[in-house]
């Protein structure tokens, strides 16, 4: 047996897990029984739900399976801690695999995939008749995919050891937990720490002049299940949620208004994005009501009214649509939790309050994800998940979050990390730009799918990269070529220099990249004057060599 190292100056949860695996390996003996305790005092009830015996410690509680969460238990599994995830929906994933991100990009990708169809395809030469859609397929494929994922974290907790409990966890102690299992059975567990990561639910419009029902208004989660394709259909909310769920249905015929209380479309975006984007997608055939409120409405057997007020002239006018759709954001879910009563504390927003570790106010809990600040997005929360766990072991968790990139997955999609232009001239940032747009790269050119630019914002003194922006059918994966980029303090120079194959889109970044050190290589701008029998025109040309 190998002699016993010193747990000095480790934090009790490590030094437990260390002493457990030392025990371990004193008999092999030892570790049969300890799997036939698990095995004899774990029973398999209704549904699958794990029920226990009735004293039962573990080393971790996380409440919530979502991104968050169940990235939580699993670290915390392989760090050899005895865990238990708690989560109500019944299927792991959270908000993100169950209504949210997952199937909501199975739905784009089948919508993407119908226009291309449609519009490319014919320019390419293949020629398909009586083309169509089915939508209970469509949704189909939705739910497989869907389900496949679910299931699939279940077997990273088995293969981690992270005990799972389907049902919702409340405090009933500073380090207990009452479980009320799906069932209807009820459960107790004790946890040295216990991490937060409850999600978030969807938030109503002010003053609720329209109630979701799920049916005529619905919310995100009854915009990924409609059973037929709307003709009209009215958004509330140019956010996110909002252009992702009109594209899907735009992109398959219905005729979509938007209506959003701010001057511009995602208003949280760089401006020339918004800008950009905001022109595209009227092209494609949204139709946008800016500076306008709801402050009314009616839900008839078919289809709905909506009474929205032009912020400034206070002029009201009436919409009307088969489906109107409440996309106006999300807030911190902590109602069943009863953590407040044990000393957690929450902000105004009803988010729970944390240090720079993760901690609460009580310091063997711990909060993540959209139940505290910041940007409510699945890889923060998973970020957080894993720092939180490193915390709990005295290990140094950290998350850079200037570096947490967001995605809106309309086609073109549109990424961005770090700070807009207009952040930059707000805090007195002297800075370099370079702008690359799309039309100039080859790829792009070939696959006729060209829309977009990459925009690079440096900082002008150190040349270090501030933030990126962009537009173009794979700004979702090339986005992380600019996170690494600004996690690890790169200039754009260093981007540029770095060879990049050729022909892929990804070159877009590197040219970006040479524009805010120096100059593209691929792209020119230039003033072209033009004679006219009237007057002199001042015509912007660009220059595309690919």
């Not at 792991?92 to 395809?121: E, Q």
């Not at 015929?253 to 209380?261: C, I, K, P, Q, R």
């Not at 709905?304 to 002029?315: L, Y």
Request: hydrophobic content about 40%; some cysteine; proline content about 3%.
């Amino acid at each position: 047996r190998r002699p016993p190292r010193s747990t000095q100056g480790v934090s009790s949860a490590a030094s437990d897990v260390y002493k457990r695996q030392v025990s371990t390996q004193s008999t092999w003996g030892y570790c049969l029984n300890r799997k036939m305790i698990r095995a004899l005092t774990r029973v398999t009830g209704p549904q699958g739900t794990r029920l226990f015996s009735a004293a039962r410690d573990y080393d971790l509680a996380v409440i919530g399976g979502g991104p968050g969460g169940y990235v939580a238990a699993i670290k915390a599994g392989q760090k050899g801690l005895k865990t238990i995830c708690i989560e109500k929906r019944g299927s792991l994933g959270g908000t993100c695999l169950n209504v949210g991100c997952i199937p909501s990009k199975a739905l784009l990708n089948a919508t993407n995939s119908y226009k291309h169809a449609k519009h490319l395809y014919p320019k390419l030469g293949i020629k398909i008749e009586k083309l169509g859609y089915d939508i209970k397929q469509i949704m189909k494929q939705k739910e497989e995919a869907v389900f496949g994922l679910t299931k699939g974290i279940e077997t990273l907790f088995k293969k981690n050891k992270v005990d799972y409990a389907k049902g919702t966890g409340s405090f009933c102690a500073k380090n207990e937990i009452d479980i009320k299992l799906n069932d209807g059975k009820q459960d107790k567990i004790r946890a040295k720490n216990i991490i937060i990561a409850t999600g978030s639910d969807v938030a109503p419009l002010p003053g609720e002049p329209l109630k979701i029902d799920e049916k005529i208004v619905v919310s995100s989660t009854g915009a990924l299940s409609l059973k037929e394709v709307p003709k009209k259909m009215i958004v509330i909310g140019a956010g996110v949620i909002g252009m992702e769920l009109g594209s899907v249905y735009q992109g398959l015929g219905t005729e979509v208004t938007v209506v959003e209380f701010m001057d511009k479309i995602m208003p949280f975006t760089d401006g020339e994005v918004s800008t950009y984007m905001q022109k595209f997608f009227t092209k494609e055939g949204f139709k946008f009501m800016l500076g306008h409120k709801v402050v009314g409405g009616s839900v008839g057997s078919n289809s709905a009214k909506v009474i929205i007020e032009n912020n400034k002239t206070k002029e009201k006018k009436e919409l009307e649509a088969d489906i109107v759709l409440v996309a106006t954001g999300r807030r911190p879910y902590t109602s069943e939790l009863k953590a407040a009563d044990f000393g957690v504390k929450m902000d105004k927003a009803g988010r729970i309050e944390i240090n720079d570790h993760l901690q609460t106010s009580l310091p063997n809990v711990w909060a993540i994800g959209d139940v505290v600040k910041g940007a409510m997005l699945a890889h923060k929360a998973e970020e957080e998940g894993i720092a939180a766990v490193e915390n709990i072991l005295g290990e140094k968790g950290h998350v850079n979050y200037n570096a947490i990139p967001g995605v809106i997955y309309t086609h073109p999609e549109i990424a961005f990390v770090g700070k807009t232009e207009e952040e930059l001239k707000q805090e007195k940032v002297a800075y370099t730009k370079g702008f690359f747009p799309m039309i100039g790269n080859s790829r792009a050119r070939a696959m006729h799918d060209a829309d977009g630019f990459i925009k690079v914002l440096a900082d002008k003194k150190t040349d270090k990269i501030l933030g990126v922006h962009m537009i173009s059918p794979v700004a979702g994966e090339a986005i992380a070529e600019a996170v690494l980029a600004m996690e690890f303090g790169a200039s754009s120079e260093d981007v540029a220099r770095t060879c990049h194959a050729h022909p892929t889109m990804s070159e877009a970044v590197k040219e970006a990249c040479l524009g805010a050190h120096f100059k593209p290589i691929h792209f020119q701008s230039f003033t072209l004057i033009q004679n006219s029998k009237k007057k002199k025109k001042k015509k912007k040309v660009l220059c595309v060599d690919t």
